[in-house]
């Protein structure tokens, strides 16, 4: 029986308070604010609505749930626990410590059941537009008539940080011009923030915003489970547009001293706080307290779970017997498999061409190959070169087009490219110019962190960008790109390269990859796409000298072919030189040492030649020519040679080293 006569509902969802509170004190750091305002929220959605299944949190139809309030990730491990996934109560006594599986914001590679890392707020609820992005197209594709075979929905718990940032902006923006019907955000609405309450900077009207925005809005007390539930059977009913439930909310409820305050969020409640609380609220002072009848009640939904995969699985039997191509591909989809065999038709090169025009010739010769390619771009596809010829534009009316057209939404591109990533049984890429990388860069960065490997394409690389000036012209992006951990980025040296570099990315399990392009015309120096091309590894030598080598020049994308008629010169001056193309320093530094140091030479003289920032190229060379200030508006030609990007300056800057 529940205890002391409370309802099942109310059990718990104190349950999930108190299990919040007790880890939060017990690891003396953390945020316990969110979950006692939240659980009612959460549990009306994880116990009346979301389909799922904890014994496969893989299973391909299941709806997804974003924790874009990443700081209540106790809220969210609670829920894991209570429901089967896997935790067990002595994963919650470890949160926030080393190497446990309850950090301090939820990760998606460690703990069963999350769906994408959040804490940066804005992120998740950004991630999720690009699902159910994701989940719109393969509907689009594979169902047909009596076989609704894809079928899932997106939920976000939001905060009021959340939707203060600007990415956050962005994607809703899109959302409501996309009109994504099976996208539902729960907004926590407790009206408070780390330094106080939201009256301090957060006066917005939420409601005729997100209205304006092409949402359907709710309004509803957030600590009540059936009004949740009615909200969210409403929200479901609405598929023509997204839909925001604005939940009212006390942050820290139950708390004598401490709800409705900022000194609820992101710090323990205190011993006598924790103790005052489950005295308010009436759960037992027992640490980490778990009724029997709140466990087995919520443990149900493992075996509805195991029924619910069943059932899909039988409409996938039958929806196979109607279109067996179409199944075939879908399972293998599901599976995080990927069509095989689309490498043959990589393209080559052996005349000039901007890596932009190769990029693109790359994306056209496999996406008969690769179906559930999904191309995008912020409002550069003519620029960057992103588009799927005859795939369509991606819009409301036209759900399954290839072409994604983001806006001048740089940020929340990135992000929905993350959250498609994520979704699983596509590849999507972006793309934008490198300078506008500084909107990408918070997604680009937990991309890496969460082994998420989305493809992004940034074109004008360098200060080939010319007349647009330094506005547009990137000097430090390249490198400070560099220094993200689990991030390739490849500047391809010609259009060769360029294929080689998108295999690798479109190949990629766990890293994500961004790819450097010229708008300018660069020769062709590398041998043909075919496996096992040598810029697979990274770096490899594009020119060997005539001899023994007496220098070295090793250089990236459009630097290469200045390299090459630089090491021409000095050959004719009797000075063998070695050339290296490095496109990738990330997969250069994977090989073993022996191959590094047959590439670049120990105690070789070398210089490094690129059109960026020289700050890190000591790593591989003595002397530079790069540029460490801003660029200039002028076409790019002029400025190549201005700045010291001719084979002559190359040449003399090997001369001085050699003295």
Known sequence: ???????????????????????????????????????????????????????????????????????????????????????????????????????????????????????????????????????????????????????????????????????????????????????????????????????????????????????????????????????????????????????????????????????????????????????????????????????????????????????WGGRLDAYAAAHPDLAKELRSLANGEFPTGWEASLPAFDTEVATRNASNKVINAIASQFPTLISGCGDLAGSVKTTIKDGGEMQAETPAGRNVSYGVREHAMAAAVNGMTLHGGVRAFGGTFLIFSDYCRPSLRIAGLMECPSIMLFSHDSIGLGEDGPTHQPIEHVMSLRLIPNYNLMRPADGNETAVCWRIALQSKKTPCAILLTRQNVPSLSPAPAPGHPAEKGGYVVREASGKAKAAIVATGSEVWVAVEAAKILEAESVPTRVVSLPSWFLFESQDAPYRESVLLKGLPTVSVEAGATLGWERYAQAHVGIDHFGASAPAERLFEEFGFTPENVAAKVRGLLG
């Open 1 to 311: 029986m529940v205890s002391s006569g409370a309802s099942i509902d109310q059990l718990c969802v104190n349950t999930i308070r108190g299990l919040a509170i007790d880890a939060v004190q017990k690891a003396n750091s953390g945020h316990p604010g969110a979950p006692l305002g939240c659980a009612p929220l959460a549990f009306a959605l994880w116990d009346r609505h979301l389909k799922f299944s904890p014994s496969d949190p893989g299973w391909f139809d299941r709806d997804r749930f974003v924790l874009s309030a990443g700081h209540g990730s106790m809220l969210l491990y609670s829920l894991l626990y209570l429901y089967g996934y896997g935790l067990e109560l002595e994963d919650l006594k470890q949160f926030r410590q080393w190497g446990s599986r309850t950090p301090g914001h939820p990760e998606n590679h460690l703990t069963p059941g999350v769906e994408t890392a959040t804490g940066p707020l804005g992120q998740g609820i950004s991630n999720a537009v690009g699902m159910a992005m994701a989940e719109r197209f393969l509907a689009a594709r594979f169902n047909r008539p009596g076989h609704e075979v894809v079928d899932h929905s997106t939920y976000v718990l939001a905060s009021d940080g959340d939707l203060m940032e600007g990415v956050c902006q962005e994607a809703c923006s899109l959302a409501g011009h996309q009109r994504l019907g099976k996208l539902t955000v729960l907004y926590d609405s407790n009206k408070i923030t780390i330094d106080g309450s939201t009256d301090l900077a957060f006066t917005e009207d939420t409601t005729a915003k997100f209205e304006a925005l092409h949402w359907h809005v709710q309004a509803i007390d957030g600590m009540d489970v059936d009004a949740v539930d009615r909200a969210l059977r409403a929200a479901r009913d609405e598929t023509t547009k997204p839909s925001l439930i604005v939940c009212r909310t006390v942050i820290g409820f139950g708390s004598p001293h401490k709800a409705g305050s900022e000194e609820s969020h992101g710090a323990a409640l205190g011993v006598e706080e924790v103790a005052l609380t489950k005295d308010a609220l009436g759960i037992p002072q027992e640490d980490f307290w778990v009724p029997k009848e709140a466990l087995e009640y919520c443990r149900k939904a493992v075996e509805k779970g195991k029924s619910l995969q069943a059932e």
